[in-house]
């Protein structure tokens, strides 16, 4: 493997990279010359940015086809990758207008630097192939995503929140490097995809294997908020502004995703069996103990981030089926998660702008306040609980499909348990995103004044919308990309 | 490609609901206007559907097919049979009959008339699905809407408890059918979800008599059956009038209609092992629905039990497996549907003027409103089962089915803690029986009925009402007069519609191997 920076197809293959750079750059300079009036201007900078990045990308950068090995080894070219960073480059843009009138973020020139910082670390993970990139783009992505959370110095609850996440995520990042200092110890490689090679060839014992990916799932484990490293996700989601937990809970989730399956297929085919069970496990605990919590939170972003827990559950269904029709079931679940999230969120900062309040007893009332909002909260809940035709709805059906698929062809019942234990949980989440939506159509509101929508919320909130009601009912291309990025991943 | 009947139908209420969606709130009457242009159009189009069934030829029509998402076998299938067209029917003319009488409505229109097409596309989705997949699909669209329209503009007391009631147990039972349906889906082996296809899957023995209760339960849970029907009642009184229409008149029949269409054509076997022992449940929903009614002061809790009293008649019917009972299943859907939706509309028109539905409070009504009056006997009449009236025309080829029926000799294969029933169903008289306990339920019927018509509208009228009580609109009659003149057509000349039945009677008694 040669490392070739100055290839043109290369270079091409990072030009989105490339171009996060610049748009970083772009809105700090900005920041700098233009004057207090005018700073409002600087988000929608970024999120034309990412509109801009996301046609490049589609432009020039779709993979040429050979799940390419590039710069040294470093990137992987292929499919996978670019999906994922599609969907970041768009939640991005989400994420930007829905943080103009955020208050104490809205106006500032390095969040939105430190946001696009995050998805360019994003990028780098769903691209990675070697353990030192891994390693570099999860930290790149964590540190801009803890500063993100603590931004709002001011604010107790958000420099609570800044410093939680930091220490959990230094604390399982060093767990997550001990492995794979060992996975180097072993075999004396670095590239995900000759650690396959030498571990196939029995490099390693698999007890020791076993303890590895044990200390690797702590780092994983961490990103997608699967239990139990997910005591961090209330407490960060609450303090956060509003913008940045939809981010981490949608962009940075999928991110763990796209890391998840790839290290675990890619290098620990050997072991599947047990990987299997053990994301089985879980999966199962991660949607009950998410769901069953949720069922009490009196704070809206609470009750997001017990749910986002519960999703994070029923993605990893797909996972542990571990069959390409499992992990494209994931990418769709996720790719119908993140418009659903960030719609409710962008929603939350707007009822947080009128009412300044998450708790969900201010929701009342909201379908009069604010008819159009309520009705982007009817679509994010119902997709969050899996009603047709809301994407939401296909997400479950695939992951459950390819679990039952699996566990028939495997003979493994415990897969087949497993979509039982998810059925039952769907029950279980639609009575409390129901009693979300009784608060917003069906008590009396608390105060008579109309929510207000700005013009890019409309925007942003019409558009994940749109997205929604096109991954619920015309799903043909989106699981048609979602199988043939997965099948890159064997 | 010739016009696609079906998917207009289905779809004119969701494009409807959009539509509805992007207008200004406050312009209610545009709102209404595009509802009732809605309803009429879906009208129109299902009564030529209805009518341009070629009866000659059988089978699906007016069949649309395209692949949906090709990589599991989804496809977008639709047709309708003599089952399925008759309801297709019931469903628009609920929808139409339902806008006209909540014209009144002013709290929040345009979000409750957006909520209540979302729920008839389910409807009408449901009726015409030929595809597993695409059935859920739409069962799922049916069932969340009743959340909202019952907990925002249904009674104050009850509502929040009875529209979650509601949810949860159609919500668990559907559950239960998809599972079913995903192992019909991996175990045929076949990678499609089209039911054309389950149809000829030739399912083990054991594999359809464990899977049949499952899925059978699951969607008759909608069906009313005892002993799942408990949300029923609740919700039919805690929704607002055009909701309990199309709760009572159409999504109870999705219930029974998905647990045949799924449950008994798909497998056959299975039901023909359980039948015997499930007409038990049956027998308690025709009898004990009847009685609870009796008891009932409030007119709306009446008939909630009236119904599940009612459609135990068709799920009654759905055990005897032979020609004359399945044709009074599909006839008694219809019939039942139009009764039940004018009861509620009757009884929404009492409770918007008098402010009460508890009959001892009520009296005279009959001076007050005498359309409504007129109305609502024929409806009792009907539910009574009077020559002439559709009523006669369903219940009477149901009880001849039940009389005739016989359990299949399988029956001696139950487990032992269900030989009991094995040893009556080998006997003669076991259907018989049956038939002969629930004629009870006529006598009752008879008796709640006319008692509430006694009550409401004769007798001497309150002093308040008599002040404060007026007719009501031309709207209003409207719509009574279109669902009395179905239930007097089918019972004047049941022909309109038996025969059309009776050829979606046909295949189905094929894969039940009884033809």
Not at chain 1, 242 to 252: K, Y
Not at chain 2, 68 to 75: A, K, L, N, R, T
């Given at each position: 493997m040669?490392?070739?920076?100055?290839n043109t197809?290369?270079?091409?293959?990072?030009?989105?990279?490339?171009?996060?750079?610049?748009?970083?750059g772009?809105?700090m300079l900005?920041?700098?010359l233009?004057?207090?009036?005018?700073?409002?201007?600087?988000?929608?900078?970024?999120?034309?940015?990412?509109?801009?990045?996301a046609?490049?990308?589609?432009a020039f950068?779709?993979?040429?086809g050979?799940?390419?090995?590039?710069?040294?080894?470093?990137?992987?070219?292929?499919?996978?990758s670019?999906f994922?960073?599609?969907l970041f480059?768009?939640?991005?843009?989400?994420?930007?207008?829905?943080?103009l009138?955020?208050p104490?973020v809205?106006r500032?020139g390095?969040?939105?630097?430190?946001?696009?910082g995050?998805?360019?670390g994003?990028?780098?993970?769903?691209?990675?192939a070697?353990?030192i990139m891994?390693?570099?783009?999860?930290e790149?992505?964590?540190?801009?995503?803890?500063?993100?959370?603590?931004?709002?110095?001011?604010?107790?609850?958000?420099?609570?929140?800044?410093?939680?996440?930091?220490?959990?995520?230094?604390f399982?990042s060093?767990?997550?490097?001990?492995g794979f200092?060992?996975?180097?110890?072993?075999?004396?490689k670095?590239?995900?995809y000759?650690l396959a090679?030498a571990?196939?060839?029995?490099?390693?014992?698999?007890?020791a294997?076993?303890?590895?990916?044990?200390l690797?799932?702590?780092?994983f484990g961490?990103?997608?908020?699967a239990?139990?490293?997910?005591?961090?996700?209330?407490?960060?989601y609450?303090?956060a502004?509003?913008?940045?937990t939809?981010?981490?809970?949608?962009?940075?989730?999928?991110?763990g995703?796209a890391v998840?399956a790839?290290?675990?297929?890619?290098?620990?085919?050997?072991?599947e069996t047990?990987?299997?069970?053990?994301?089985?496990?879980?999966?199962?605990?991660?949607m009950t103990l998410?769901?069953?919590?949720?069922?009490?939170q009196?704070n809206?972003k609470r009750?997001l981030?017990?749910?986002?827990?519960?999703?994070?559950?029923?993605?990893?269904?797909?996972?542990?089926?571990?069959s390409?029709?499992?992990?494209?079931a994931?990418?769709?679940?996720?790719?119908a998660?993140?418009?659903?999230?960030?719609?409710?969120?962008?929603?939350?900062?707007l009822?947080?702008r009128?009412?300044?309040?998450?708790?969900?007893?201010?929701y009342?009332?909201?379908?009069?306040?604010?008819?159009g909002?309520?009705?982007?909260f009817l679509?994010?809940?119902?997709?969050?609980?899996?009603?047709?035709?809301?994407?939401?709805?296909?997400?479950?059906?695939f992951?459950?499909?390819?679990?039952i698929?699996?566990?028939?062809?495997?003979?493994n019942n415990?897969?087949?348990g497993?979509?039982?234990v998810g059925?039952?949980n769907?029950?279980?989440?639609?009575?409390y995103?129901?009693?979300?939506?009784?608060v917003?159509?069906?008590?009396?509101?608390?105060?008579?004044?109309?929510v207000?929508?700005?013009?890019?919320?409309?925007?942003?909130?019409?558009?994940c919308?749109i997205g929604i009601?096109l991954?619920?009912t015309?799903s043909?291309?989106?699981?048609?990309?979602?199988?043939?990025?997965a099948g890159?991943?064997? | 490609m010739n016009?696609?009947f079906?998917?207009?139908?289905?779809f004119?209420?969701?494009?409807?609901?959009?539509l509805?969606?992007?207008?200004p709130g406050?312009?209610?009457?545009?709102?209404?206007a595009?509802?009732l242009?809605?309803?009429i159009?879906?009208?129109l189009?299902?009564v030529y559907?209805?009518l341009?069934?070629?009866?000659s030829?059988?089978?699906?029509q007016?069949?649309?097919?395209f692949?949906?998402?090709?990589?599991?076998?989804?496809s977008?299938?639709?047709?309708?049979?003599?089952m399925?067209a008759?309801?297709?029917l019931?469903t628009?003319?609920?929808?139409?009959?339902?806008v006209?009488?909540?014209w009144?409505?002013?709290d929040?229109?345009?979000?409750?008339?957006?909520?209540?097409?979302?729920?008839?596309?389910g409807v009408?989705?449901?009726f015409v699905?030929?595809?597993?997949?695409g059935?859920?699909?739409?069962?799922?669209?049916?069932v969340?809407?009743?959340?909202?329209l019952?907990?925002?503009w249904?009674?104050?007391?009850?509502?929040?408890?009875?529209a979650?009631?509601l949810t949860?147990?159609l919500?668990?039972?559907s559950?239960?059918?998809?599972?079913g349906?995903?192992?019909m889906?991996y175990v045929s082996?076949?990678?499609?979800f089209?039911?054309?296809a389950?149809?000829?899957?030739?399912?083990s023995?054991?594999?359809?008599?464990?899977?049949?209760p499952?899925v059978?339960?699951?969607?008759?849970?909608?069906?009313?059956?005892?002993?799942?029907?408990?949300?029923?009642p609740?919700?039919?009184?805690?929704a607002?009038?055009?909701?309990?229409m199309f709760h009572a008149g159409?999504l109870?029949?999705?219930?029974?209609?998905?647990?045949?269409?799924?449950?008994?054509?798909l497998?056959p076997?299975?039901?023909?092992?359980h039948?015997?022992?499930?007409?038990?449940?049956?027998?308690?929903?025709?009898v004990?629905?009847?009685f609870?009614?009796?008891?009932q002061?409030?007119?709306?809790?009446m008939?909630g039990?009236?119904s599940?009293?009612?459609?135990?008649?068709?799920?009654?019917?759905?055990?005897?497996l032979?020609?004359?009972?399945?044709?009074?299943?599909?006839?008694q859907?219809?019939?039942?549907?139009?009764?039940?939706?004018l009861?509620?509309?009757c009884v929404?028109?009492?409770y918007?003027?008098?402010?009460?539905?508890?009959?001892?409070?009520?009296?005279?009504?009959?001076k007050?409103?005498?359309?409504?009056?007129?109305?609502?006997?024929?409806g009792?009449?009907?539910?009574?089962?009077?020559?002439g009236l559709?009523?006669?025309?369903?219940e009477?080829?149901?009880?001849l089915?039940?009389w005739?029926?016989?359990?299949?000799d399988v029956?001696?294969?139950y487990?032992?803690?269900l030989?009991?029933?094995?040893?009556m169903?080998?006997?003669?008289?076991y259907?018989?029986?049956?038939?002969?306990?629930?004629?009870?339920a006529i006598?009752?019927?008879?008796?709640?009925v006319?008692?509430?018509?006694?009550?409401?509208?004769?007798?001497?009228?309150?002093?308040?009402?008599?002040?404060?009580?007026?007719d009501v609109?031309?709207?209003?009659?409207?719509?009574?007069?279109?669902?009395c003149?179905f239930?007097?057509?089918?019972?004047?000349?049941?022909a309109?519609?038996?025969?059309?039945?009776?050829t979606?009677?046909?295949?189905?008694?094929?894969?039940?191997?009884?033809?």
């Amino acid at each position: 493997m040669t490392f070739d920076p100055f290839n043109t197809s290369t270079l091409l293959a990072i030009l989105p990279e490339f171009l996060l750079v610049v748009l970083a750059g772009l809105v700090m300079l900005l920041d700098l010359l233009w004057p207090e009036s005018r700073k409002r201007a600087l988000g929608l900078t970024a999120a034309t940015g990412f509109g801009v990045i996301a046609m490049a990308a589609l432009a020039f950068s779709l993979p040429k086809g050979g799940n390419a090995l590039i710069l040294g080894g470093m990137i992987r070219d292929d499919f996978v990758s670019f999906f994922f960073r599609m969907l970041f480059l768009l939640s991005g843009l989400i994420v930007s207008l829905i943080s103009l009138d955020s208050p104490g973020v809205g106006r500032k020139g390095e969040y939105y630097a430190i946001l696009v910082g995050a998805v360019l670390g994003m990028n780098f993970m769903a691209a990675s192939a070697d353990l030192i990139m891994l390693y570099l783009s999860i930290e790149t992505t964590s540190i801009a995503l803890y500063l993100l959370a603590g931004y709002l110095r001011d604010d107790d609850k958000s420099a609570e929140s800044g410093l939680k996440y930091f220490l959990f995520g230094a604390f399982t990042s060093a767990i997550m490097l001990y492995g794979f200092s060992l996975l180097y110890g072993f075999t004396g490689k670095t590239n995900l995809y000759e650690l396959a090679g030498a571990l196939a060839a029995g490099a390693v014992p698999i007890p020791a294997l076993l303890a590895v990916i044990l200390l690797l799932l702590a780092g994983f484990g961490f990103k997608v908020s699967a239990v139990p490293f997910h005591f961090w996700a209330p407490d960060v989601y609450e303090g956060a502004p509003s913008p940045v937990t939809g981010f981490i809970s949608t962009a940075s989730k999928a991110a763990g995703f796209a890391v998840l399956a790839r290290v675990t297929l890619a290098v620990f085919p050997s072991i599947e069996t047990y990987w299997v069970s053990l994301m089985v496990a879980i999966a199962a605990v991660t949607m009950t103990l998410g769901n069953t919590i949720a069922l009490s939170q009196k704070n809206i972003k609470r009750l997001l981030a017990y749910s986002s827990i519960a999703q994070a559950g029923y993605a990893l269904i797909g996972l542990a089926a571990a069959s390409p029709a499992g992990i494209a079931a994931t990418i769709y679940y996720l790719a119908a998660y993140i418009p659903t999230n960030l719609a409710a969120f962008g929603g939350i900062v707007l009822v947080y702008r009128a009412t300044g309040s998450d708790e969900i007893a201010d929701y009342a009332g909201m379908s009069r306040r604010a008819p159009g909002l309520a009705l982007v909260f009817l679509v994010a809940f119902l997709s969050l609980g899996g009603m047709p035709p809301l994407g939401g709805f296909f997400g479950k059906f695939f992951v459950f499909a390819a679990a039952i698929q699996q566990g028939v062809a495997l003979g493994n019942n415990w897969l087949i348990g497993l979509v039982f234990v998810g059925v039952i949980n769907a029950i279980v989440g639609l009575y409390y995103y129901l009693t979300v939506l009784k608060v917003v159509y069906l008590y009396p509101p608390r105060a008579e004044t109309k929510v207000d929508v700005p013009r890019a919320y409309r925007v942003a909130l019409w558009a994940c919308v749109i997205g929604i009601l096109l991954l619920g009912t015309w799903s043909t291309p989106w699981i048609g990309w979602a199988t043939a990025a997965a099948g890159n991943l064997f | 490609m010739n016009f696609p009947f079906l998917s207009v139908i289905t779809f004119t209420p969701a494009v409807a609901s959009l539509l509805i969606l992007m207008m200004p709130g406050e312009r209610k009457t545009e709102v209404r206007a595009t509802a009732l242009a809605a309803g009429i159009f879906a009208t129109l189009l299902a009564v030529y559907v209805y009518l341009a069934y070629d009866q000659s030829l059988g089978g699906y029509q007016f069949v649309e097919k395209f692949a949906w998402v090709p990589q599991f076998g989804i496809s977008y299938h639709v047709g309708v049979d003599g089952m399925s067209a008759p309801l297709v029917l019931l469903t628009a003319v609920v929808m139409l009959t339902g806008v006209l009488i909540s014209w009144g409505i002013d709290d929040r229109p345009r979000e409750f008339f957006a909520f209540l097409f979302i729920l008839a596309t389910g409807v009408f989705g449901v009726f015409v699905a030929l595809d597993l997949f695409g059935l859920f699909f739409f069962y799922e669209i049916a069932v969340f809407p009743m959340y909202l329209l019952i907990a925002i503009w249904g009674w104050q007391v009850t509502r929040e408890y009875a529209a979650m009631k509601l949810t949860l147990y159609l919500f668990i039972g559907s559950v239960f059918s998809l599972v079913g349906a995903l192992a019909m889906y991996y175990v045929s082996g076949l990678g499609t979800f089209d039911m054309l296809a389950l149809e000829k899957a030739n399912f083990s023995v054991e594999f359809q008599r464990f899977w049949f209760p499952i899925v059978f339960f699951g969607f008759a849970v909608l069906g009313g059956i005892f002993p799942f029907h408990s949300w029923s009642p609740d919700g039919h009184v805690a929704a607002p009038t055009a909701v309990s229409m199309f709760h009572a008149g159409v999504l109870m029949k999705l219930g029974a209609f998905a647990s045949l269409r799924v449950g008994i054509m798909l497998l056959p076997e299975g039901a023909r092992f359980h039948m015997p022992w499930i007409v038990l449940l049956t027998v308690v929903n025709v009898v004990y629905g009847s009685f609870i009614a009796m008891v009932q002061k409030d007119m709306k809790y009446m008939i909630g039990f009236s119904s599940v009293s009612h459609m135990g008649l068709v799920a009654m019917a759905f055990t005897t497996l032979n020609r004359v009972g399945y044709v009074g299943a599909g006839m008694q859907m219809f019939s039942h549907g139009v009764m039940t939706a004018l009861f509620f509309a009757c009884v929404g028109m009492i409770y918007d003027r008098a402010h009460t539905r508890l009959m001892p409070e009520l009296g005279g009504m009959s001076k007050k409103m005498p359309f409504v009056a007129v109305a609502f006997i024929i409806g009792g009449f009907t539910s009574m089962g009077m020559p002439g009236l559709s009523g006669f025309a369903a219940e009477l080829p149901i009880f001849l089915g039940v009389w005739n029926a016989r359990a299949a000799d399988v029956v001696r294969e139950y487990p032992a803690w269900l030989q009991w029933v094995a040893a009556m169903a080998q006997t003669p008289w076991y259907f018989p029986t049956i038939a002969v306990v629930s004629a009870i339920a006529i006598v009752v019927t008879a008796a709640y009925v006319l008692r509430a018509v006694q009550r409401v509208f004769f007798g001497e009228i309150s002093h308040d009402h008599d002040h404060h009580v007026g007719d009501v609109t031309v709207l209003d009659k409207v719509a009574l007069a279109i669902l009395c003149a179905f239930m007097i057509g089918i019972g004047v000349y049941p022909a309109v519609m038996a025969t059309l039945v009776d050829t979606g009677v046909t295949p189905i008694l094929k894969l039940l191997g009884v033809a």
